[in-house]
């Protein structure tokens, strides 16, 4: 028996070795580095963003920057909540519009007044702007943003763009690109809990996470069944902060409109439809209203949406909205 166990497992062995090897020579399921809570400190790179004890980072408040995309350089003004803001003085309105997201929601690569944020706000008729997105930012952290924000502000709406990227940012506690720390979660019996240190792996599994193209390629296969069925851990943790912004909707009385920003490649997400679907969720679906990528929508060299995409994902969200009247806004 003893020996019939000996077989069996160096069999197993040799068969992860095999594959390990199989993958390394085909030079698929390359490693991707995904960081725990204190690994690393924080080096912010320039003097535009700063730490954040809640959501990671946040925009300087009370600042002003140029980021040259595409050969035009676009100015970034930011108020003293650290959203951004345009060059005039803020538009007062009786109701207000709020926007939660990435990059793309904070409008990247356009103007103030360009941005499909603005341009919902003004489409729609005497809303104020409040735009709480930041470059960078993942699920979770649109999540505490928005918290953050719902716990002094009551908006008339609040709009959450979801881009693709934004599921991945949430299982890493470091962003390079920023050189910054942000909250990192666990989920236990179904509840969200934020990570300390001492939930880092031990040095074993931490060489395995980062070494090994087995593991990589688990961890792929994990995100496709997830992105795909809504299988796994990595749409199980995503999908409890679209719950989740979704209840601090409903605690606070707040309206919540998801918008889907396709990447590049303008790949339909089923398992976010699904979900938003049968959660009976608010939820504009730029892919279903338009199958095909827009011409022109993405800069050349750079991922981000092109002043006409925003255009039209403001003419396109707004139609959305006052079609369905009361049913998103109420009275």
């Known amino acids: 028996m003893r020996r019939k166990f000996l077989l069996l497992l160096l069999t197993l062995v040799a068969g992860l070795l095999i594959g390990e090897f199989g993958l390394r020579v085909s030079g ?4 991707v580095m995904r960081a725990y809570v204190g690994e690393f400190e924080n080096r912010p790179l320039g003097q535009d963003f700063v730490a954040d004890p809640v959501t990671g980072w946040r925009p300087r408040a009370d600042h002003e920057f140029r980021w040259n995309l595409d050969g035009r350089e676009i100015p970034y003004r930011i108020d003293a909540r650290g959203r951004r803001i345009g060059s005039a003085e803020p538009a007062r309105g009786p109701r207000t519009l709020m926007v939660a997201g990435d990059s793309f929601s904070f409008g990247v690569g356009v103007l103030y007044e360009e941005s ?27 999540w505490l943003s928005i918290r953050e924000a719902l716990r002094e502000e009551r908006p008339d709406l609040l709009l959450v763009g979801l881009y693709p990227n ?54 792929s296969a994990d995100r496709r069944l997830g992105w795909t069925f809504g299988l796994g851990h990595w749409w ?19 309206p919540v409109v998801f918008v889907y920003l396709p990447s590049k490649r303008w790949e339909r997400f089923p398992a976010l439809e699904r979900e938003l679907q049968e959660s009976g969720a608010h939820f504009v679906n730029l892919i279903e209203l338009n199958p095909e990528r827009p011409e022109g929508a993405f800069f050349e060299d750079d991922p981000h949406m092109t002043a006409s995409a925003h255009a039209l994902i403001g003419e396109q969200v707004a139609d959305w909205i006052l079609e369905r009247g009361p049913d998103v806004l109420p009275e």
């Open 28 to 31: 698929l399921a390359r490693p």
């Open 116 to 142: 499909f944020a603005r341009r919902i706000a003004d489409r729609l008729g005497g809303f104020e702007l409040q735009n709480i997105s930041a470059p960078g930012y993942g699920l979770d952290q649109i």
């Open 166 to 219: 934004d599921f991945d940012r949430s299982l890493t506690a470091y962003r390079e690109l920023e050189r910054l720390n942000k909250p990192l979660f666990l989920l236990e019996g179904g509840a969200l809990r934020r990570q300390t240190p001492g939930d880092r792996p031990g040095a074993l599994a931490l060489w395995l996470e980062r070494s090994s193209r087995l593991v990589a390629g688990y961890r």
């Open 236 to 254: 199980n943790l995503n999908r409890s902060f679209l719950e989740a912004i979704q209840e601090e909707g409903r605690r606070r009385g707040v």
